[in-house]
């Protein structure tokens, strides 16, 4: 079956310290990959996607990069958290056929203090 | 490039009350309308979603949506609501140009039923 995984659930972290949030889909190949984030009482907000292996495309300049390494794997990061990077964060990719779709992870809620 | 607007930050509505939760969109190609829905402290999950044919879809907890290319709108209906309907509803679009598919959201309507 095709499920997303996204780690960790909720993160607390200093200004100023590193963040790298995770997101692997098991049960397809070549998926496309997608970032999202919520600020709190706000909509969801496209940050990066990746159609492939090493390609990965901003929406919006911010403080945070993402990485594909591997087909599967979707990696968002960042050197240096601002008060601004709060909020919940929501990975997801996109399936396409019959049962076109979008399938989301859980989220991590991260909080820069 | 698409958008989504929805005009209705916050919805309040007694229970068993219809309700409507408005959404346009901008495109200038085809394409694919999803609604979501977010309860409190929770992840997304999808309510309905229109690729094609039939331009009225239906959920299986009672909410429709339909589908109108001229006005280009996508418009959440339920005719009795309850309690446990109160949560944050997002729009979202995804255009079929090239292989991209990115999928771009509304800012949300914050549906409050009262007892």
């Known amino acids: 079956s095709q499920t997303i995984h996204q780690w960790p659930a909720t993160l607390v972290q200093p200004v100023g310290s590193p963040l790298s949030l995770e997101c692997t889909v098991e049960g397809t190949s070549n998926p496309n990959l997608y970032w999202y984030r919520q600020a709190a009482g706000r909509g969801l907000q496209l940050l990066f996607y990746s159609v492939g292996i090493g390609q990965i495309s901003s929406e919006v300049p911010q403080n945070l990069s993402a990485s594909r390494p591997q087909d599967r794997q979707f990696i968002l990061s960042s050197k240096k958290l601002l008060l601004s990077d709060s909020g919940f964060y929501l990975c997801?990719?996109?399936?396409?056929?019959?049962?076109?779709?979008?399938?989301f992870g859980s989220g991590t809620r991260l909080t820069v203090v | 490039a698409q958008s989504v607007t929805q005009l209705d930050s916050q919805v309040p509505v007694f229970e068993e009350a219809p309700v409507e939760l408005r959404c346009n969109y901008s495109?200038?190609?085809?394409?694919?309308l999803f609604w979501y829905v977010q309860y409190p402290n929770q992840g997304l999950q999808l309510l309905l979603k229109?690729?094609?044919?039939?331009?009225l879809v239906e959920s299986i907890n009672g909410f429709e949506a339909e589908f109108n290319k001229s006005q280009t709108s996508f418009h959440l209906r339920k005719p009795s609501v309850h309690i446990s309907d109160t949560a944050e509803y997002f729009c979202?679009?995804?255009?079929?140009?090239?292989?991209?598919?990115?999928?771009?959201f509304g800012t949300g309507t914050r549906l409050q039923v009262f007892p």
């Open positions: 997801a990719w996109n399936r396409r056929g019959p049962d076109y779709g979008y399938t």
């Open positions: 229109y690729l094609s044919g039939s331009t």
């Open positions: 495109s200038s190609v085809s394409v694919y």
């Open positions: 979202a679009v995804s255009d079929l140009v090239g292989n991209t598919d990115k999928l771009i």
